[in-house]
């Protein structure tokens, strides 16, 4: 595609349940990343992918966080017994092996009631 | 561990008068440095990048900062502000070696240009 898409935009869910948010990065992009912005927070890195090298995990907040890539492009993050807490907008960004530009996703509002 | 400082939650600044955005960082040995913007509403959006050679760095939209590696400084300038450039600035670091590919980010600077 033209650009990084995430769906959904907009996610509201209740505590205690999993949801999976969807990263579509650039075709031909093999680093892909998740972040997550809260209010007054910045960016906090969650994951990174870069082709078929091990994930850099390091970000990941507890187990309840997962994300995987399946063959080398869709990525999904999912989050497990969902607390209010993870309530945030969680951003994918994309990049070309030689470039280190990042293109970000519009991201995914996460509401946890 | 590879960090970013953006010491102002905030920046005003009249239209037409020069602006800076401050931005510190530590990180092992050489960095990579980068600004993004987010506007209301969108995206965040890559601005300029210093990686090696000149330490003045031109971007989009006639923003520039300036590598200073004593200070481990990389300010985000612009000579003449607009009003359209009111947005969230954010400044990353990645380490050239070490910490694999992982951009940090700073907090963000909310930058607010007025008439």
């Known amino acids: 595609g033209a650009g990084v898409s995430q769906s959904p935009s907009n996610k509201v869910t209740e505590k205690g349940k999993d949801v999976e948010l969807r990263c579509d990065p650039i075709s031909g992009h093999t680093a892909l990343y998740w972040y997550r912005q809260s209010l007054g927070q910045g960016l906090e890195f969650l994951i990174y992918f870069q082709g078929n090298s091990a994930p850099d995990k390091s970000?990941?907040?507890?187990?309840?966080?997962?994300?995987?890539?399946?063959?080398?492009?869709?990525?999904?993050?999912?989050?497990?017994?969902?607390?209010?807490?993870?309530?945030?907008?969680?951003?994918?960004?994309?990049?070309?092996?030689?470039?280190?530009?990042?293109?970000?996703?519009?991201?995914?509002?996460?509401?946890?009631? | 561990a590879q960090s970013v400082a953006q010491p102002e939650d905030q920046v005003n600044v009249a239209e037409g008068n020069p602006l800076t955005v401050k931005c510190t960082y530590s990180v092992s040995g050489n960095p990579y440095l980068f600004w993004y913007v987010q506007y209301p509403n969108r995206g965040l959006q890559f601005l300029l990048k210093y990686i090696t050679g000149d330490n003045l760095v031109k971007g989009s939209y006639g923003f520039e900062a300036e590598f200073n590696k004593s200070q481990t400084s990389f300010h985000l300038?612009?000579?003449?502000?607009?009003?359209?450039?009111?947005?969230?600035?954010?400044?990353?670091?990645?380490?050239?070696?070490?910490?694999?590919?992982?951009?940090?980010?700073?907090?963000?600077?909310?930058?607010?240009?007025?008439l």
Not at chain 1, 76 to 98: G, H, K, M, N
Not at chain 2, 91 to 105: E, S, Y
């Open chain 2, 77 to 114: 300038k612009k000579p003449s502000a607009l009003v359209s450039d009111s947005a969230l600035y954010f400044c990353a670091v990645r380490g050239v070696t070490g910490g694999g590919n992982k951009l940090t980010f700073g907090t963000g600077t909310q930058l607010k240009v007025e």
């Open chain 1, 59 to 113: 970000g990941l907040p507890s187990d309840r966080f997962s994300a995987e890539r399946t063959g080398g492009s869709v990525s999904t993050l999912t989050i497990q017994r969902t607390q209010q807490e993870d309530s945030a907008v969680y951003l994918c960004a994309s990049s070309s092996l030689q470039g280190d530009k990042l293109f970000f996703g519009s991201g995914t509002q996460l509401s946890v009631l």
